[in-house]
Each structure stands twice: as structure tokens, then as C-alpha cells.
Nanobody, 128 residues
Framework: QLVESGGGLVHTGGSLTLSCSAS????????IAWFRQGPGSGRRVVSC????????YYSDSAKGRFTVSRGSAENTAVLQMSAVKPEDTAVYYC???????????????????????WGYGIQVTVSS
């Protein structure tokens, strides 16, 4: 089970940190990915974090502005968003699966269907 937290309203240029907590994890070799779905658009990957080796993946829109890392609590990953833009407004979902990000992501994106566990999503709204 995955639970997202930390969403809300933020001004353009501001920062926000999302957290994803996973329960029922039976192996340290897992990845947590962040996807988002903006108004009127499909769900797209934002970032991925591999717990066992800290490997990461970022979409072009996230590179240089977002940072994904292991959270301080067990089986938690955080997505630090900075210099946010109105186009970052979306419902953000975390997803998890055993294995590394490299098992599900290429230079062109992450395979959404590769992740078997999903959170319910959390709203992030960036005001202009």
C-alpha cells in the first residue's frame, strides 16, 4: 500500500515536497516512481528512485528542478519540487515495484504498467 502526502497549493517559483510511504515491503530492492496527471492530459512519469542503489530517473520537465531521494522514514521516498511552474499543476501519484528504475525506465520514460502498486494520488496546484 502506498500513501502520498505533502501536496497543496504553492506559488510559482516556490517549493514543495511530496512524500510516498510504502507498507508491506518484503525486499529492499524496490523502486518508487512519481507520475502526474494534469488537467486534460494523460498520466506521465516525473521521476523514479531505486532504493537499493539510489539510482534515479528524471523526465525532461523535472530535470534541474526536482530531486527524488530516500525519505528519512523506512520505505519512504520524497520528491522535492523547486522552481515550480503552473504547468506542474497535477495530481501526483507514487507507484512502486520490486526491482530498480532501470528495469522500468529508459531514456524515453518509464513503463507505467511495470509498477504494480499505486497510491491514490495527491493534488499539487501551482498558482501564477
Amino acid at each position: 500500500q502506498l500513501v502520498e502526502s505533502g501536496g497543496g497549493l504553492v506559488h510559482t517559483g516556490g517549493s514543495l515536497t511530496l512524500s510516498c510511504s510504502a507498507s508491506g515491503v518484503t525486499s529492499a530492492d524496490y523502486s518508487i516512481a512519481w507520475f502526474r496527471q494534469g488537467p486534460g492530459s494523460g498520466r506521465r512519469v516525473v521521476s523514479c528512485f531505486s532504493n537499493i542503489d539510489a539510482d534515479t530517473y528524471y523526465s525532461d520537465s523535472a530535470k534541474g528542478r526536482f530531486t527524488v531521494s530516500r525519505g528519512s522514514a523506512e520505505n519512504t521516498a520524497v520528491l522535492q519540487m523547486s522552481a515550480v511552474k503552473p504547468e506542474d499543476t497535477a495530481v501526483y501519484y507514487c507507484a512502486a515495484e520490486y526491482g530498480g528504475c532501470s528495469d522500468y525506465c529508459t531514456d524515453y520514460g518509464c513503463f507505467e504498467r511495470g509498477f504494480g502498486s499505486w497510491g491514490y494520488g495527491i493534488q499539487v496546484t501551482v498558482s501564477s
